[in-house]
C-alpha cells in the first residue's frame, strides 16, 4: 500500500492527490532557488478532520507533513520535502461569522485575504492586515509567516489581530488557542507563539480575528526623490515629525516602469524614487498631517511632493506598488529580501543595499513598507545566469549582515522558511535558539512538522 492509498481510507473522499503533475504544482512556494522535493501525496483537506486524520498517521509511520495556503510565500517555507505529505488548506474557504457586536471574524484558513476584508466591510468593518498579495494570499499562509503589509505602520501585522486559533498539533490532537474575551492572560499566550511559526508546530484550521470599524478616507502624499538614500532620509523625517501615516511606501522608477509595461496603466513618473504615504485621521486635523508629511518629503531631499488631489492617480500609484514583485519576476528570477531596520537606519541600510549591488555586480530594484522600517530590495537575475545567481545570492546575504549590524532583523513579515535560516541563527544567538528548539520538539515530538524550516535540521 501507498501513503497515498493509506491516506484515501482515512480522510473526505476525493481530497487525496498523488498525480505527478499536480504533485509538481503543489511542490514549491514562490522563493527564488529554495530547494524542494516530490511529495509522496497531497491532501487538499476540506475539514479539520482531515488534517487532524494526516498528522496522526503521519506521526505514527514517520511521514513528514508540509503544510501549504496558496503558495505565495516567498521564503521556501511551504517547500515539499521528498516523500513527505503536503497538506493544502486553499479548499477550507468559509467566512464562517461575522460578529459586529463583538468585532470580530470566524474563518477558515483558506479564505484569501481580500475576500475577508470584503465579507467585514459589508457589516461597516475593516481587517487591517494587507500584504501586498492580499488579492491572492490565504489568511492561514498570513498567520503562518506573521504576515504584515501596507497599513502595518500604523495599524500593526497579522499577530495583532488574531484572537483565537483551532490548530491540530504535531500529535494529531485539536486544539484551541487564545480567546475571544477582551482580557485573558490565562497560561502561556500560545496564540502568539503560533503565529509566525511556519507550520512547524501545527496547523491551523481556523483563525478568529479582530476586527475595527470602517476607517475615513485617506489623503495620499507624493514625493519624488532622485535617490534612494534621498528617500530613505524623508523617512526618517516624518518619524521625527512624530507623524504615524497609515501607510508609508517606497517603490523605485523601475519597479513602476516594469508594471506599467505590465499592465498599461499610464504611469508616468520623473523621478528615481518615489514614497507614497497617506493619513487617514479625518477632518482638518488630517489636513495638517498630510501637510506636515508632505514638508517632511521636502526636508528629506524631495525635487517634488505633493498632497493629491487626484484619487484615481493615487490609487493607481499603490497599486503598481502591490503589482511591483510580479511585475519584476516577468524580467527574470528574483530573489526578495525582507528586512527590518529601525526608522532613522533607514538611509543607511537603503545605502547599504546599494552597496552590495555595487559589489557584486547584481541589479536591484527597491520597494519597502518604509514606515516601519521593512526594506524588499529585489535582486534580479537573467534567465538561466548561474554566475548572476551566485553574485546575487552574496549581495543577498550581504543584506542580511548588514540589517543585522544596523540592529535590524533577518525578516519581517515573510518567514525564515528555508533562505533565512543562516540569518536567524546570526539574529537569534545560541542560548536564544536553544530556546525555540526546545518549544519545538516539545510540540513536535515526532520531528514531522514542516522538518528543516526555520531551523536547520
Same mark, same amino acid.
Given at each position: 500500500?501507498s501513503?497515498?492509498?493509506?491516506?484515501?481510507?482515512?480522510?473526505t473522499?476525493g481530497?487525496?492527490?498523488? *498525480?505527478p503533475?499536480?504533485?509538481g504544482?503543489y511542490?514549491?512556494?514562490?522563493a527564488?532557488?529554495?530547494?524542494? $522535493?516530490?511529495?509522496?501525496?497531497l491532501?487538499?483537506?476540506? !475539514?479539520?478532520?482531515?488534517?487532524?486524520?494526516?498528522?496522526?498517521?503521519?506521526?505514527?509511520h514517520?511521514?513528514?507533513v508540509?503544510?501549504?495556503g496558496?503558495g505565495?510565500?516567498?521564503?521556501?517555507?511551504?517547500?515539499a520535502?521528498?516523500?513527505?505529505v503536503?497538506?493544502s488548506?486553499d479548499?477550507?474557504t468559509?467566512?464562517?461569522?461575522?460578529?459586529?457586536?463583538e468585532?470580530?471574524?470566524?474563518c477558515e484558513?483558506?479564505?484569501i485575504?481580500? *475576500?475577508?476584508?470584503a465579507?467585514?466591510?459589508d457589516?461597516?468593518?475593516?481587517?487591517?492586515?494587507?500584504?501586498?498579495?492580499?488579492?491572492?494570499?490565504?489568511?492561514?499562509?498570513n498567520?503562518?509567516?506573521?504576515?504584515?503589509?501596507?497599513?502595518c505602520?500604523?495599524y500593526?501585522?497579522?499577530?495583532?489581530?488574531v484572537?483565537?486559533l483551532?490548530?491540530v498539533t504535531?500529535?494529531?490532537?485539536?486544539?484551541?488557542?487564545?480567546?475571544? !474575551?477582551?482580557?485573558?492572560?490565562?497560561g502561556?499566550?500560545?496564540?502568539?507563539?503560533m503565529v509566525?511559526s511556519e507550520?512547524?508546530?501545527?496547523?491551523?484550521t481556523?483563525?478568529?480575528?479582530?476586527?475595527?470599524?470602517?476607517?475615513?478616507?485617506?489623503?495620499?502624499?507624493?514625493g519624488?526623490?532622485?535617490t534612494?538614500?534621498?528617500?530613505?532620509?524623508?523617512?526618517?523625517?516624518?518619524a521625527?515629525a512624530?507623524?504615524?501615516?497609515?501607510?508609508?511606501?517606497?517603490?523605485?522608477?523601475?519597479?513602476?516602469?516594469?508594471?506599467?509595461?505590465w499592465?498599461?496603466?499610464?504611469?508616468?513618473v520623473d523621478?528615481?524614487?518615489?514614497?507614497?504615504g497617506?493619513?487617514?485621521?479625518?477632518g482638518?486635523?488630517?489636513?495638517?498631517?498630510?501637510?506636515?508629511?508632505?514638508?517632511?518629503?521636502?526636508?528629506? @531631499?524631495?525635487?517634488f511632493?505633493?498632497?493629491?488631489?487626484?484619487?484615481?492617480?493615487?490609487?493607481?500609484?499603490?497599486a503598481a506598488?502591490?503589482?511591483?514583485?510580479?511585475?519584476?519576476e516577468?524580467?527574470?528570477?528574483?530573489?526578495?529580501?525582507?528586512?527590518?531596520?529601525?526608522?532613522?537606519?533607514?538611509?543607511?541600510?537603503?545605502?547599504?543595499?546599494?552597496a552590495?549591488?555595487?559589489?557584486?555586480?547584481?541589479?536591484?530594484a527597491?520597494?519597502a513598507?518604509? $514606515?516601519d522600517?521593512?526594506?524588499?530590495?529585489l535582486?534580479? !537575475?537573467?534567465?538561466?545566469?548561474?554566475?548572476?545567481r551566485?553574485?546575487?545570492?552574496?549581495?543577498?546575504d *550581504?543584506?542580511?549582515?548588514a540589517a543585522?549590524?544596523?540592529?535590524g532583523t533577518?525578516?519581517?513579515?515573510?518567514?525564515?522558511?528555508?533562505?533565512?535560516r *543562516? $540569518?536567524?541563527?546570526?539574529?537569534? @544567538?545560541?542560548d536564544?535558539?536553544?530556546?525555540?528548539?526546545?518549544?519545538?520538539?516539545?510540540?513536535?515530538?515526532?520531528?514531522?512538522?514542516?522538518?528543516g524550516?526555520?531551523f536547520?535540521?
Amino acid at each position: 500500500m501507498s501513503v497515498a492509498s493509506d491516506l484515501r481510507a482515512i480522510v473526505t473522499a476525493g481530497v487525496v492527490v498523488d *498525480d505527478p503533475d499536480v504533485l509538481g504544482s503543489y511542490s514549491h512556494d514562490d522563493a527564488e532557488w529554495a530547494p524542494y $522535493g516530490r511529495p509522496a501525496a497531497l491532501v487538499r483537506a476540506a !475539514t479539520t478532520a482531515d488534517v487532524a486524520a494526516v498528522v496522526t498517521y503521519c506521526a505514527e509511520h514517520g511521514v513528514p507533513v508540509v503544510p501549504r495556503g496558496a503558495g505565495t510565500g516567498l521564503s521556501g517555507g511551504a517547500n515539499a520535502l521528498a516523500g513527505c505529505v503536503v497538506v493544502s488548506l486553499d479548499g477550507m474557504t468559509a467566512v464562517k461569522e461575522i460578529n459586529a457586536s463583538e468585532r470580530l471574524a470566524v474563518c477558515e484558513p483558506g479564505v484569501i485575504g481580500d *475576500d475577508l476584508r470584503a465579507a467585514a466591510g459589508d457589516h461597516g468593518l475593516w481587517y487591517p492586515p494587507d500584504p501586498a498579495s492580499a488579492p491572492w494570499s490565504t489568511i492561514g499562509g498570513n498567520v503562518a509567516t506573521g504576515a504584515g503589509g501596507v497599513c502595518c505602520v500604523k495599524y500593526g501585522v497579522t499577530l495583532d489581530y488574531v484572537l483565537e486559533l483551532e490548530v491540530v498539533t504535531g500529535t494529531g490532537a485539536v486544539v484551541r488557542l487564545g480567546r475571544r !474575551t477582551a482580557k485573558g492572560v490565562a497560561g502561556y499566550d500560545l496564540r502568539a507563539l503560533m503565529v509566525g511559526s511556519e507550520g512547524t508546530l501545527g496547523i491551523v484550521t481556523e483563525i478568529t480575528v479582530k476586527l475595527l470599524p470602517a476607517r475615513a478616507p485617506e489623503r495620499t502624499i507624493a514625493g519624488y526623490f532622485d535617490t534612494v538614500v534621498d528617500a530613505g532620509r524623508a523617512v526618517a523625517a516624518v518619524a521625527d515629525a512624530g507623524l504615524v501615516p497609515s501607510a508609508l511606501e517606497l517603490v523605485d522608477k523601475e519597479c513602476l516602469a516594469a508594471v506599467d509595461k505590465w499592465k498599461n496603466m499610464g504611469l508616468s513618473v520623473d523621478a528615481d524614487v518615489v514614497l507614497l504615504g497617506r493619513i487617514d485621521t479625518p477632518g482638518s486635523e488630517g489636513d495638517d498631517e498630510a501637510e506636515r508629511m508632505r514638508r517632511a518629503f521636502e526636508s528629506g @531631499g524631495a525635487t517634488f511632493a505633493v498632497v493629491s488631489a487626484d484619487q484615481q492617480e493615487a490609487d493607481a500609484l499603490f497599486a503598481a506598488r502591490r503589482l511591483a514583485y510580479p511585475a519584476l519576476e516577468r524580467l527574470g528570477p528574483v530573489l526578495t529580501e525582507d528586512v527590518v531596520v529601525p526608522k532613522a537606519k533607514v538611509p543607511e541600510m537603503l545605502a547599504s543595499i546599494q552597496a552590495a549591488a555595487a559589489r557584486h555586480d547584481t541589479h536591484i530594484a527597491n520597494i519597502a513598507h518604509a $514606515g516601519d522600517g521593512n526594506l524588499h530590495p529585489l535582486l534580479i !537575475t537573467p534567465v538561466g545566469d548561474e554566475a548572476a545567481r551566485t553574485r546575487a545570492q552574496a549581495a543577498f546575504d *550581504d543584506i542580511i549582515a548588514a540589517a543585522l549590524e544596523l540592529g535590524g532583523t533577518v525578516t519581517g513579515e515573510h518567514g525564515v522558511g528555508l533562505l533565512k535560516r *543562516d $540569518g536567524l541563527r546570526r539574529e537569534l @544567538g545560541p542560548d536564544v535558539l536553544a530556546m525555540q528548539q526546545a518549544v519545538r520538539r516539545a510540540l513536535d515530538p515526532h520531528g514531522i512538522m514542516n522538518p528543516g524550516k526555520v531551523f536547520h535540521a
